[in-house]
């Protein structure tokens, strides 16, 4: 027999039936339209927004346990959601929602064994006092690999992503460390990872943590005198994720204690995944062990996208938000918001709002205006490299010169300066950007800071400065 959407909807249905109340299934499932099949795509009519979510919410796992059962592993299910006629004009419209099929994010955690008769164990997520201990993976089931676009630009990443989640501490990459700038996916691939190796290991302990909470919970840890058991808590963890790792830049305590942990670790088949804005080899004030096991994996970058992988991108945003918009106009998105994926986002998510705030069409025009704020007011993120860089140009020096220990006049102006921008552009901490700017401590970066302001107010000459490199820098 010839599979329709009629009749896969129908065997469904007979099953479905079977499984619930009989006044959920009247409520809940007849008034659905099955409208498309192709291949093991299955599209149904739902009445409303928040008919689509309630079955999401309640029925999900009985809808694909159906579908898989008559259309194969591979089933899935679009919604048309009718939408509630707001635009005044006659016909309401649907939208195509896929539906996300996944399991709410309190499945996530994992329990850590307690022995009640021991002393309690403290770790940095648990309240004392609670025996048997819950622990959050912590992780946001939202970033997957279903909706990670694969382009040039992310295909390595992407791939050891993947290989590491099917094989958590088995393949080489160990540690996987995935690099790249702002708004490239670093934060996705790791959450990624996390949610797909719960979803095939659920046994497994899984714990996404940045590398600033990390710090926080370690240096608590000392205060309350109980580092040890900062130290036990993570070398129990299977699959430790620590996000933008660059931030311990310059804390040596923390380094020291992660050193620890991961050779553990690492010793015990256990994954570790790291992400960073830099290379390792441009990491500043990261210990050198440290650093060098960082390289004992693999390095994966992420690169800006491409313009194909943009649209895509773009596309597949709409497509889940059941959003439909004129190719030209994400085309022209695409074409002009090169840099950061985030960025492009942010763009979507302005022109969705203001269409329907302002009942606007999506039109060139409004794309344009939108496009061009954006562009304006996104400053771009500058790193304390690139200020060195430019204030050592402005002066005619170079960067080693800047940081050295000379007393010169012109040269300790134009280091404090490169502190003053650091500390106004950047949200590095005045220790790291003492350490960066020539393994200075935080409170020569403060006396910079305040010679300038004070400076600036005083000195005509060097109120020029200022601005020139304020120019600079911001353009
Ligand atoms: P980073 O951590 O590198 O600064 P994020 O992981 O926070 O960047 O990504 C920024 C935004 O861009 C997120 O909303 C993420 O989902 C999205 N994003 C980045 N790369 C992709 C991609 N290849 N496909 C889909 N979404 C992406
Ligand atoms: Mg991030």
């Not at 290991?201 to 714990?207: A, G, N, Q, R, W």
């Not at 204030?391 to 020096?397: A, G, K, T």
Request: proline content about 4%; overall charge positive.
């Amino acid at each position: 027999m010839i599979k329709t959407a009629s009749t896969v909807w129908n065997e469904c249905l007979l099953f479905i039936k079977d499984n619930i109340k009989q006044q959920a299934f009247k409520t809940w499932f007849e008034p659905i339209k099955p409208i498309k099949l192709s291949g093991e795509v299955l599209t149904i009519q739902v009445p409303s927004k928040f008919f689509y979510e309630w079955l999401e919410e309640h029925y999900i796992k009985l809808l694909r346990v159906a579908l898989v059962k008559y259309l194969g592993e591979d089933a899935k299910l679009i919604y048309d959601v009718r939408m509630e006629n707001n635009y005044s004009s006659a016909n309401p419209h649907t939208v195509k929602i896929p539906s996300a099929n996944r399991n709410p994010i309190n499945q996530r955690g994992f329990t850590i064994p307690v022995d009640v008769n021991k002393r309690e164990l403290k770790n940095p997520f648990v309240i004392p006092g609670i025996q048997k201990l819950k622990v959050e993976s912590q992780l946001n089931p939202n970033y997957n690999f279903d909706n990670f676009i694969e382009g040039d630009s992310n295909r390595l990443a992407r791939s050891a992503g993947i290989a590491v989640a099917n094989k958590p501490g088995g393949t080489s990459f160990n540690p996987l460390l995935i690099y790249g700038g702002v708004g490239l996916g670093k934060t996705h691939i790791a959450h990624a990872i996390g949610v797909q190796i719960k979803e095939k290991y659920p046994e497994k302990m899984v714990l996404y943590i940045s590398s600033e909470k990390f710090t926080q919970q370690f240096i608590d840890s000392v205060k309350r005198n109980n580092r040890n058991d900062f130290i036990h808590f993570y070398q129990m963890i299977d699959v430790l994720i620590i996000d933008d790792v660059q931030f311990l830049s310059g804390k040596t305590g923390t380094q020291d204690v992660f050193f620890h942990i991961f050779n553990h670790l690492h010793q015990n088949s256990k994954q570790v995944i790291l992400t960073s804005d830099k290379a390792p080899v441009d990491m500043q004030d990261i210990e050198q062990r440290l650093l060098s096991r960082f390289k004992w994996g693999l390095s994966a970058e992420l690169q800006a996208p491409d313009y194909e992988t943009r649209v895509s991108i773009l596309q597949n945003k709409l497509f889940r938000d059941g959003v439909e918009m004129p190719n030209e106009i994400v085309e022209y998105i695409a074409k002009h918001i090169k840099s950061n994926v985030r960025e492009l986002e942010g763009v979507l998510i302005s022109m969705i709002a203001q269409a329907s705030f302002n009942r606007k069409e999506f039109t060139l025009s409004l794309t344009k205006q939108i496009v061009d704020k954006f562009v304006k007011n996104t400053k771009r993120e500058v790193s304390i490299d690139y200020i060195q860089k430019i204030v050592s140009n402005y002066f005619e020096l170079d960067v080693p010169t800047l940081q050295s220990k000379t007393r010169k006049r012109h040269i300790v102006q134009a280091r404090q300066l490169a502190m003053y921008f650091a500390k106004r552009m950047t949200k590095a901490s005045l220790a790291s950007i003492g350490s960066q700017i020539g393994k200075r401590d935080h409170a020569t970066v403060l006396h910079a800071c305040k010679t300038v302001d004070n400076l600036n107010e005083t000195d005509r000459q060097f109120r020029k400065y200022v601005d020139d490199l304020t120019k600079k820098l911001t353009f």
